[in-house]
């Protein structure tokens, strides 16, 4: 089978079958806990990606996406830390009780100093997650709710956050208008805030500018858009194959208003692990990058079991 088609299929994207149908929005509840999240229904549609200030986002070509689901906001700690802590997710528990099946997932190790570095914990984004533990957070979802989650691909994250926009930032070209949708380095304090306490975009997405870095599923190829000059590309997505860098998109609270832009690219670097005293250095944990989170997307079309497995089972590339 074609690598890109087999990809395709492991992410649960169709670009043909459910072109017309009608999403909508929708809570998932995780049984047998207090825990919640908002996802918002995605149209599928053809957008142009890129940009003209860096290399990387050129050429600016149209992109064809299937329609999906995606978090109204940022993943927050509320929800992250029930995966990072089995006694927290005691507490969560109605019962007071883990299902063996969620019991067996692997859950990350213990980081060795504060991941919410100050900034936060309750309603605040999580952060600081590598790209393997975003999608083990992702099975971990899984179990406990039977429902495919799985990190954007970088096409899929610009067209949401871009949400029918074609200019710099998804609410135009004025980067002055920027303190009333994003929390950037001109306005945070240095912080992560409360996730949803600046304006949506037109699709009702919450903090797609600013606040934390996402995670995409891709990895981060400098000239992957050259490819697509002159053509429309089908749900395109660079599959990772090594450690670094994969693709990180939105700009954060530390970031200049350049870089919070809809087409601006971020690659994820070695250095985010530098001060990690372990060895081997850990696959959960950058502690030199309180500026990354994630948001969930779920496919309209849920791939097979056996393939959400083998998207969730990777194993982890060891890191240098």
Not at 74 to 87: A, G, I
Not at 312 to 318: C, R
Request: aromatic share 14%; charged share 25%; net charge negative.
């Amino acid at each position: 089978m074609h690598k890109s088609l087999l990809a395709l299929i492991l992410l649960g994207i169709s670009s043909t079958s459910f072109a017309q149908q009608k999403l909508e929005s929708y809570v998932q509840e995780i049984k047998g806990t207090k825990l919640k999240f908002d996802m918002v229904a995605i149209p599928a549609g053809v957008y142009k990606q890129g940009g003209n200030v860096q290399a990387d986002e050129k050429p600016i070509h149209e992109v064809k996406i299937a329609p999906f689901w995606i978090g109204k906001y940022e993943v927050t700690w509320n929800l992250f830390e029930p995966f990072l802590y089995k006694d927290y997710e005691l507490t969560q528990s109605l019962d007071g009780k883990i299902a063996p099946e969620v019991d067996a997932v692997t859950r990350p190790t213990k980081p060795y100093l504060d991941m919410t570095f100050g900034m936060g914990k309750e309603g605040h984004p999580a952060l600081a997650m590598t790209h393997y533990n975003a999608i083990q957070f992702c099975k971990w979802l899984y179990v406990r709710t039977g429902v495919f989650y799985r990190l954007p691909t970088e096409a899929e994250w610009e067209y949401a956050c871009r949400a029918g926009s074609d200019k710099a930032y998804s609410f135009g070209n004025d980067a002055a208008q920027l303190d009333q949708y994003a929390w950037h380095k001109g306005n945070s304090d240095g912080s992560t805030h409360l996730v949803g306490t600046k304006k949506p975009n037109a699709w009702g997405l919450f903090d797609m500018h600013g606040n934390v870095s996402e995670w995409t599923f891709d990895q981060y190829i400098e000239d992957y858009y050259k490819q697509f000059e002159g053509k429309v590309a089908d749900n395109p997505v660079a599959v990772p194959t090594k450690l670094y860098p994969n693709s990180v998109r939105g700009g954060s609270f530390d970031s200049e208003p350049v870089d919070l832009r809809s087409a601006a690219r971020l690659a994820s670097d070695p250095f985010w692990k530098q001060l990690d005293p372990q060895i081997p250095k850990s696959n959960w944990w950058f502690p030199e990058a309180p500026f990354v989170g994630m948001r969930l997307v779920r496919p309209v079309t849920p791939p097979s079991h056996e393939e959400i497995m083998a998207y969730y089972d990777k194993a982890p590339i060891k890191d240098y």
